[in-house]
């Protein structure tokens, strides 16, 4: 098994829809992981006195079909981690 990997910036102070469609590959797993990282602005860090200010939250999303759409939260970089073979 293959692991795809998609990286996505939201910039934003909005949250953004996007469409992934990934023609060409076959999933071989409904559940994809995504790493999350997230600020409440673009100026956001972590200090000695707050380390989790900006740490990496792993959640695991159902995708059903080579075309889906998720919203992106805002300030945030987005990895997907997803299972597939050729086709």
Known sequence: TNELIIKLVNSSSASQTIELNLEGIKLTNKNTTLLQFSGNDLNSYNK??????LAPLEKSI????NKFTHQLVPYSVNVFKIPYTTR
Do not use: F, N
């Open 48 to 53: 000695l006195d707050e380390l989790d200010k």
């Open 62 to 65: 159902t995708v059903s079909a």
